[in-house]
């Protein structure tokens, strides 16, 4: 069974807006972090948005403050990605992820479950 599975991405305009979800079926304690990371073609998987319940934390990379917003629903354990403002840049595969600890952090060896991404298209 696949503990992480996103969902939501596709093909919008620039300026456009996208919401991506992520359904676990893996406990996701407060203490654990819920990131989102992207990867675009010859490129390294980096870092986008991080969230944690107990206490409620966020955190963004630089290049996606103010048009980002990570969110969840710790009951359902889902977490979502608002993507607003989008631009051709944000092209790429999107992944969530649970960290194997209790503490964030933008490197993926941090964490130890992943889903297997949802493709996001930024093109006019």
């Known amino acids: 069974q696949v503990p992480l599975v996103e969902s939501g991405g596709g093909l919008v305009q620039p300026g456009g807006s996208l919401r991506l979800s992520c359904a676990a079926s893996?406990?996701?304690?407060?203490?654990?972090?819920m990131a989102w990371f992207r990867q675009a073609p010859g490129k390294e998987r980096e870092f986008v948005a991080v969230?944690?319940?107990?206490?409620?934390?966020?955190n963004y990379a630089d290049s996606v403050k103010g048009r980002f917003t990570i969110s969840g629903d710790k009951g359902k354990k889902t977490a979502y990605l608002q993507m607003n403002s989008l631009k051709p840049e944000d092209t790429a595969v999107y992944y969530c992820?649970?960290?194997?600890?209790?503490?964030?952090?933008?490197?993926?060896?941090?964490?130890?479950?992943w889903g297997q991404g949802t493709q996001v298209t930024v093109s006019a």
């Open positions: 992820a649970r960290s194997s600890g209790t503490s964030w952090s933008t490197r993926p060896s941090e964490y130890n479950y």
């Open positions: 893996i406990n996701i304690y407060s203490s654990h972090y």
């Open positions: 969230i944690r319940w107990g206490p409620l934390t966020t």
